[in-house]
Structure formats: C-alpha cells, structure tokens
Nanobody
Framework: QVQLVESGGGLMQAGGSLRLSCVAS????????MGWYRQGSGKRRELVAT???????NSADSVKGRFTISRDNAKKTVYLQMNSLKPEDTAVYYC??????????????WGQGTQVTVSS
C-alpha cells in the first residue's frame, strides 16, 4: 500500500507564509505527477498545483505568483510554498500522487488532508 503524509498546515495571518510537505511511502516504483488540491468549506475540491517527475508544473490562476510547488524525487516528497496568504486560501489541503507501484501498475493516492486557515 501507499501512504501520503502531509505536514505544515496551520493558522497564519493574511500576508504570511506556510510550507506544506507531503511524503509518500509504500510499494512505490516511481511517482509521476504529484501535487496539491484544496477544498474550502462547502466547496468542491480544486487543483492548487501539480508537478511531474521532471519538474513540469501546473497551478491554479488564483495562486500563481504566490504559491510554488516543488518536489524531491529521492525523498518522495512534494512541497507547497505558500506566500502572501489570503483568507480565501483557507481550506483543507490534500496531497495527491500518481504512483507507479512495484507491480508497475499505476494508482492515484490522496493524503488525509491538512487544514490551512488564514485570518484577516
């Protein structure tokens, strides 16, 4: 099995910064796309940013210029540097990974989510 464990969430004042981390572990051969999604209260889960194994990124317009996604393939870890936080960034942030298992089958996995709350 594969587990994604997130860390770094919490409470931050508007304008501040947080750095989220997500470590993947388990029967992993490789990880293709990794990234972050978020879900605000009463809203649908939405893409924040993703990154491929070779560093190609995709991000939501709402976070461009403020959030930066990166990854460390050796550590099987993806990061989300969140700067200039706004109250509208408040949400549960979920780590996501497209994992190639040791069987060479590919499956998608999600972390449990970590709460990010930005106060005014």
């Amino acid at each position: 099995q594969v587990q994604l464990v997130e860390s770094g969430g919490g409470l931050m004042q508007a304008g501040g910064s947080l750095r989220l981390s997500c470590v993947a572990s388990g029967s992993i051969f490789s990880i293709n796309r990794m990234g972050w999604y978020r879900q605000g209260s009463g809203k649908r889960r939405e893409l924040v940013a993703t990154i491929t194994s070779v560093g190609s990124t995709n991000s939501a317009d709402s976070v461009k210029g403020r959030f930066t996604i990166s990854r460390d393939n050796a550590k099987k870890t993806v990061y989300l540097q969140m700067n200039s936080l706004k109250p509208e960034d408040t949400a549960v942030y979920y780590c996501y990974a497209e994992v190639v298992l040791t069987t060479r089958s590919q499956n998608d996995y999600w972390g449990q989510g970590t709460q990010v709350t930005v106060s005014s």
